[in-house]
């Protein structure tokens, strides 16, 4: 079990302030770096509430495998990595970013991720990065690879302007990586176990450090696989922020059987709740954690969270009249930018009032939302909820649970709401813009407390409102504060045998 | 024999494509087909077919028996 008190992000500074990117204001950041971040969603956590990303599935090859990861099987309602309803060409991608930039105004990061390796398919990856760059310059180009083939590109992404890379970086043991990588494909040879995770491992550190050199802003990815890595991780941890990684992401292992993974066939366990925070907070020193992350299709278009593919496909592009103007985007963007200089949060619950023993509660709050950090949505429409661990400091974002309604039927009303009950089980209280009675009735049964009195509010400040009072209901003895125990992260989808 | 790939196994990746030294795989119908006439078994390029290596579905570019054995130029 790993417990650690979460630091950075979580203390403040002299100021009353986060010391780190990762609660939407500059903290500590350098301009220049915060420059590059601040209109990124996966780089800034605030950041997401506002600015959305796409992604273009023009790298369908791979030179791995990972066992993870299967792109056989695409369901238009499955959100992981590796899936894409379409591929596309070059051309078609950048089309498609002009499309979507000039319906989008908010959208200001293009990345590629796949399905396969962007680097495993250098030239229809950089022809497409070429394209959008001359077509429409005020998007941010961002890639992420599996490193393998990383150090024979720094010198051409450096070229192209690619300001944002992101590695995934699983182990730097190659015992471990043998549990992860069945092969790879490396100078026209496979090679396995072993010599494969040890090929990679040195590429992958290798490319971090040209990138690092290069003034580059990379971004760790890992998979958290219990029982495989999970201590491992912060190993990985210490090397990537020794190497100058800049943010690191350690997501939860997506395992279900029907994605017909090596690892969802072999029945492996996905973390929970508490022990990806567990994790996340350990590793979280001077290194900024993202929690954010909504692990996204090859072909992701909207804010995190959302997915507006749908609108975009091949077929309705070509139809589309594709207005680009970078003066609507940058008068949208100001207005964002003007939005975000608005909100003023408060980041820490007035101290002098909780003279109590009960100092160092700690709870988690769970916010239905659709974006703009808002508590804007309808219980029973929220296709997420996000997390924030409320204590005297302030509240924190610490993740995001997902509601997924499934396509194969196997879910009645009832079944949902227990499902969504057992999403956000380790939470106090969940705020909603709306409720109905049945809900309420079920999540007060489970101890969570459902709060509607903040309806579209901001959730860090309705958070840290409600903590007051909690805590001073604990103080009178109404309540007891009791540990909630754990979450799931991602619901288990039922399958109906037909 | 040239190698072939079964079409209801390829997942279209385009792997094969670019590795390929013959420029022998092309795609069709979403899927990916060998020109028998080009494979030369990567004989003289490789160690091993190229498109077996880089595949990522085990099993699925294989060896078609229905052709004979490519023969090198003497």
């Given at each position: 079990m790993l417990a650690a008190e979460p630091k950075g992000c979580g203390t403040l500074t002299k100021r009353g302030k986060a010391s780190c990117g990762a609660h939407g204001d500059q903290g500590d950041l350098p301009p220049a770096i915060w420059d590059k971040v601040k209109t990124h969603p996966c780089y800034s956590v605030e950041a997401h509430h506002h600015y959305a990303r796409m992604h273009v599935a023009v790298a369908p090859a791979c030179n791995m495998q990972c066992n993870?990861?299967?792109?056989?099987y695409d369901c238009a309602n499955e959100s992981r990595p590796g899936v894409t309803s379409e591929k596309l060409t070059s051309e078609q991608a950048a089309k498609k970013v002009l499309a979507v930039a000039s319906r989008i105004p908010q959208m200001t990061v293009l990345g590629i991720a796949g399905p396969g390796d962007p680097l495993a398919n250098p030239e229809k990856t950089f022809r497409t990065f070429e394209l959008v760059a001359k077509a429409a310059p005020d998007i941010k180009l961002c890639l992420s690879t599996n490193g393998l083939a990383l150090p024979d590109h720094v010198d051409t992404i450096a070229r192209l302007n690619i300001e944002h890379v992101t590695i995934t970086i699983n182990m730097i043991d190659p015992k471990i990586g043998a549990q992860v990588y069945p092969w790879i494909f490396y100078n026209g040879k496979r090679y396995r176990d072993l010599e494969a995770a040890k090929i990679l491992t040195t590429r992958q550190l290798q490319g971090l450090e040209m990138l690092s050199a290069r003034g580059i802003l990379c971004k760790v990815n890992s998979v958290m696989i219990p029982g495989i890595n999970e201590r491992h991780l912060i190993e990985v941890n210490k090397a990537v922020k020794s190497r100058g990684a800049f943010l690191h992401n350690i997501m939860p292992l997506i395992a279900a059987p029907e994605h017909g993974t090596a690892f969802g066939l072999k029945g492996q366990r996905v973390p929970t709740a508490r022990e990806l925070k567990a994790l996340q907070d350990a590793c979280e020193g001077e290194m900024n954690m993202m929690r954010h992350c909504r692990q996204c299709r090859a072909d992701a278009v909207g804010l995190l969270g959302e997915d507006r593919s749908a609108e975009f496909t091949k077929e309705k592009i070509v139809t589309m009249t594709v207005n680009y103007d970078p003066e609507v985007r940058k008068a949208h963007q100001a207005g964002i930018e003007e939005e975000r200089r608005a909100r003023s949060v408060p980041r820490q619950v007035d101290v002098g009032e909780h003279e109590c023993g009960s100092s160092d509660i700690k709870v988690l709050i769970a916010g239905a939302t659709k974006g703009f950090g808002l508590i804007n949505e309808h219980f029973g429409h929220a296709k997420e909820f996000q997390v924030y661990e409320v204590s005297r400091s302030g509240a924190k974002f610490v993740g995001h649970r997902r509601v997924d309604h499934y396509c194969q039927g196997g879910y009645g009303a009832q079944d949902d709401l227990a499902a969504i009950i057992r999403s956000i089980n380790d939470c106090r209280a969940v705020f909603v813009a709306r409720i109905g009675g049945r809900p309420t009735s079920e999540l007060n049964k489970a101890g969570i407390e459902p709060v509607d009195q903040y309806a579209h509010e901001f959730i860090e400040n309705s958070a840290i409102a409600w903590f007051s009072s909690y805590l001073e209901k604990v103080k009178s003895g109404q309540i007891q504060h009791v540990d909630r125990g754990d979450g799931a992260i991602r619901q288990d989808p039922i399958i109906s045998v037909a | 024999m040239p190698f072939k790939i079964i079409s209801s196994q390829c997942t279209g990746c385009s792997a094969c494509e670019t590795e390929c030294p013959n420029v022998a795989i092309f795609e069709k119908g979403g899927t990916f087909v060998i020109d028998p006439k080009k494979c030369t078994e990567c004989i003289g390029h490789f160690e091993e077919p190229q498109c077996v290596a880089v595949c990522p579905v085990d099993k699925t570019c294989v060896i078609d028996t229905s052709l004979p054995r490519y023969q090198p130029p003497a």
């Open positions: 993870y990861c299967n792109r056989k | -």
